[in-house]
């Protein structure tokens, strides 16, 4: 009994000291690395052409005033690529519960084409924003979007700041912490 005892008792030692086998991931994990895979592969690296594999065939983008079907969050995608060719997005953050995944995301690029309604400037632009993307069988079937137009206008110079009433630009507001 006690060399059976000593058998299970080594047995157990060496299964223990063993790698494991990687267990299957949580659904956010694998959300979450659907969404990465979107971002870097298809906005990023410009591949549009893999756009309807990461969504669900019904997928809708929120907007403000209206939603939008695949196509057309598709044909928003290649109008942003036109106007901003060597677009890049960089991942800052990403947070997910449930079937929801939110990514906050900086993009930049050069405004070298007409496109998003913009005429080509040759300037720069950098904006960051956030995406919520709602999962359903490891697809996106939802997102809705935050960022600033104003600030892309404003970097390509179509949209100036406000002058102050001596015709000057407003100075940015300062504040002494010595001087409440």
Known sequence: MQKKCAFVLSLLVVAMTLPGQAQP?????????????FVE??????????YSDFHTADFVAHGTERD???????????????????????LNHMVAEGDLVVVHWTVWGT???????????GKPVKVSGMTLFRFRAGKISE???AW??????????????????????????THDPTNP
Do not use: H, I, Y
Request: hydrophobic share 35%; aromatic share 4%; glycine share 6%.
């Open 25 to 37: 991931a949580s659904e956010q994990e694998k959300n979450k690395t659907v969404a990465r895979e």
């Open 41 to 50: 592969e298809v906005l990023s690296r410009g591949k549009l052409e893999k």
């Open 68 to 90: 939008f079907t695949l196509a057309e969050d598709l044909a928003m995608a290649r109008e942003e690529r036109t106007a901003l060719p060597d677009m890049q997005f960089a």
């Open 111 to 121: 405004n070298t084409q007409p496109g998003m309604g913009l005429p080509a400037t």
């Open 143 to 145: 997102e809705w979007n």
């Open 148 to 173: 600033s137009m104003l600030s892309v206008l404003k970097q390509v110079g179509l949209l100036c700041p406000p002058k102050g009433p001596t015709g000057q630009e407003p100075k940015a507001p």
